[in-house]
């Protein structure tokens, strides 16, 4: 599993907490818990179905080198920036791919998703991949029982 990472962080660490300490967000006085909803991730298992047009997983832009980072640096990020939940998706690489190939890359990226937010639920939540070019398939998707943890887990924010 890797994380992508956005081209706004460099700034973000700029605020960091001193000591990797997770920065409190206070409202009034009170802490208030903060949720990052565009937050984007991605799976070497999808990027293996890519085969060479594998282009999504290889950004050109600035940072490219540091897009793909572990989990505990996407933690220690988080708690930097004071984000305490980050509501994660994954860009659609696969709409331009046939209907087989399409559905087994947003099967595993929805099973892969609902394992990342069942290991941390108190920190990620997840937006379902789906192939919105063959309605069909999202019409038969929300029958597998993954389909089902992804949005209980990704309810819980």
């Known amino acids: 599993m890797i994380f992508c990472t956005c081209p706004l962080l460099e700034a973000a660490h700029a605020q960091q907490a001193p000591s990797g300490q997770r920065l409190p967000v206070i409202v009034n006085g009170k802490r208030v818990r903060t949720v990052d909803v565009h937050a984007h991730c991605l799976f070497h298992e999808a990027e293996k179905l890519m085969g060479d047009d594998n282009a999504a997983f290889r950004s050109p832009v600035k940072g490219a080198p540091q897009a793909f980072i572990t989990l505990d640096e996407r933690l220690r990020a988080m708690d ?32 892969k998703l609902a394992e990342l937010c069942a290991s941390k639920p108190d920190r990620f939540a997840a937006f379902a991949s789906l192939t919105l070019q063959y309605p069909e398939l999202v019409l038969l998707s929300h029958k597998n029982p993954t389909w089902c943890i992804f949005l209980y887990i990704s309810h819980k924010v």
């Open 80 to 111: 930097a920036m004071a984000v305490d939940i980050e509501v994660l998706s994954i860009n659609p690489f696969w709409y331009r791919k046939d209907r087989d190939l399409a559905a087994e890359i947003v099967k595993i990226q929805n099973e």
